[in-house]
């Protein structure tokens, strides 16, 4: 994938994320504010078609955003460079989606 | 300071040199490459550096003064000196050859790397017709003006971090000559521009255009190139 492809997905992936980023802090504050327990949180996200959409779309923007963010440092402040790289990128988007969506779905699924 | 004296130092040797300090009368007028000649002519015969034109044109007197780049020829010393001190070093990000004296090779093969003029047309017919007023004329018109002096390349942090990158003059040139309808392979440029180590590694931060002495703002060029690239991705264009 060339420079200006990454460089069109990050830009992409802020403008997915830039709504979500804030629907998921009022949420944080709702939640905080209104005293909600995690059993309570639990029961309004399970089994929930749309906090699954939500969540996931968050996971997998995040996941293609922050690596070739993340890529872009490390070709200036190590010497990676090249193949090597892009498989340290790669391996960290990985990273970002097994763990996202393990949350996702701790989140979202059982119950119902 | 000694009345009417400046207080100079100046970097002698290779990277492994030291500064060596001088005493130099306060001129009116006094531009720094007037000061670097003074101490050449009067108390260092062996000191390197380098000039030509000594009115701005040529691109070749710039030296790091007192911490930032700039062309000595046209930089007043008491427009920078401090309390009438002065530490004159070669340019960053270039490898030295000797006192204030960088090889400015790498800086002239990336300026190339990204395309030579080569036009649609030969000598043989009339000259392209291109109205000063479309816009991209007037684009290639704003980045145009280099000297070719490397002060933003000495300024940009990303050329210090990253060594494969174009930096700041080599990409406004790519720039102008993606805008300049009588170039044969406008393409071509834009896709070496936008390679690795291209434009995308810029972060706009605008020290070059902070230092250009003659004004210009690469970092406005490399955001137009990462524009076009990225409209270009959109409308489908292969590179
Ligand atoms: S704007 Fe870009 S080219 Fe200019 S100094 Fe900053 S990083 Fe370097
Ligand atoms: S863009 Fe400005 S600072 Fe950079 S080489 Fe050209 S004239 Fe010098
Ligand atoms: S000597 Fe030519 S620009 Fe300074």
New interface residues.
Partial sequence: M???????LQ?MTALVMAPLVLVHLILIVYAVQGGLTAAEILERTQGSAGWALFYGLFVLSAAIHAPIGLR?VM???TPL?GRPLDLTMLAFALLLIVLGLRAVVAVVGGGG | MEAGLLDVRIWRGGDEGAFASYRVPARENQTVLDVVTEVQRCFEPSLAYRFSCRVGVCGSCAMTVNGAPRWTCRTHVKRVADDGALTIEPLRHLPLVKDLVSDVETFFDKWTQVGVFEGTATRAEPPAAVAPTSRERAAADAAIQCINCAVCYAACDVVGWDHDYLGPAALNRAWTLVNDVRVADRHGALERAMGEGGCHSCHSHGACMEHCPVGLSPTASIAGLKRTAFWSLLKGRAA
């Fill in positions: 060339s420079e200006r492809h990454l460089y069109a830009r872009n070709r200036e402040w460079k």
